[in-house]
């Protein structure tokens, strides 16, 4: 009985051996394509430089614009991030009490605002780029933009065949 459960036992043990090995192979030889970083917001700069019809020098300050942009911005998202962790973090313990979680929220409210509020300005800058022609077409892709993001229809083929309402 002792060495059929010996059998068993090696058996397993070179399985797992196996599948590490070949998992470990994989990791280091199989993955090693070269990952380009992703180009933040240029697909949307390109096209809204399309639709504006910007002119070469107006193309040239946008991009200084998103550039700058980003560079204020991401200290703000890490701050907006860390609230959020903070905020969610207090879900750990059984008792809260409510003026902890308000406080949190609104430490988290004042970080999404400082970031809503550096889009705003940065967009502004962007229309003040724009000739008086653009502006009109500037103001509809902020419109479209804005109402995209926050109008989504829901997704009901996830909803078919279950008993959510």
């Known amino acids: 009985?002792?060495?059929?459960?010996?059998?068993i036992l090696m058996l397993i043990i070179a399985a797992l051996l196996t599948s590490n090995i070949v998992l470990l192979s994989f990791m280091f030889w199989g993955g090693r394509r070269e990952r380009k970083p992703p180009d933040r917001g240029k697909p949307f700069s390109?096209?809204?430089e399309k639709q504006l019809g910007f002119t070469p020098d107006q193309s040239a300050k946008f991009h200084i614009l998103i550039d700058q942009h980003f560079e204020t911005l991401k200290p703000i998202m890490k701050e907006v991030r860390s609230a959020k962790d903070s905020l969610f973090g207090l879900m750990r313990f059984p008792e809260i009490p409510d003026s902890i979680l308000q406080q949190a929220a609104d430490n988290?409210?004042?970080?999404?605002k400082a970031q809503e509020l550096q889009s705003f300005r940065h967009f502004r800058n962007v229309r003040e780029l724009c000739t008086?022609?653009?502006?009109?077409?500037f103001?509809?892709?902020?419109?479209?933009?804005?109402?995209?993001?926050?109008?989504r229809p829901p997704?009901?083929?996830n909803l078919k065949g279950s008993n959510r309402d």
């Open 139 to 151: 103001d509809t892709l902020i419109n479209k933009m804005i109402n995209r993001s926050f109008s």
């Open 46 to 48: 390109d096209y809204f």
């Open 1 to 7: 009985m002792t060495s059929h459960r010996s059998k």
């Open 155 to 157: 997704n009901n083929s």
């Open 108 to 112: 988290l409210a004042q970080k999404e």
């Open 132 to 137: 008086n022609e653009q502006k009109p077409k």
